[in-house]
């Protein structure tokens, strides 16, 4: 199973990164699978950020970033996407698209950097 994420990067406070995740050998057609983000704080567990079912039409996220990004799917690309405006600086960490919550099933992580 391949998950690379990707498009992490240094943002200022307030401003926007999307993030890409490239979906392959999983077990289940990537349009049969509910998607997740995760990460991980510096210092912090990993915790779940927003998940998407197969289908791209229902979608949930953590609290703490309820209104302020947005998670999409192309099941024809097999990728999962999250879009995030505004940043906050609590948004640095490593970021990750998995196969569960709990980010056992996760790939290859993108470090996104939130300061001014």
């Known amino acids: 199973v391949q998950l690379q994420a990707s498009g992490g990067g240094l943002a200022k406070p307030g401003g926007s990164l999307r993030l890409s995740c490239a979906a392959s050998g999983l077990a289940s057609p990537f349009s049969t699978v509910w998607m997740y983000w995760v990460r991980q704080a510096p210092g912090k567990v990993i915790e779940w950020v927003a998940y998407i079912n197969p289908a791209g039409d229902l979608e949930y996220y953590a609290d703490s970033v309820k209104g302020r990004f947005t998670v999409s799917r192309d099941n024809a690309q097999n990728k999962l996407y999250l879009y995030m405006d505004p940043l906050f600086p609590e948004d640095t960490a490593l970021y990750y698209c998995?196969?569960?919550?709990?980010?056992?099933?996760r790939g290859q992580g993108t470090l996104v950097t939130v300061s001014s």
């Open positions: 998995s196969g569960d919550p709990e980010g056992r099933l």
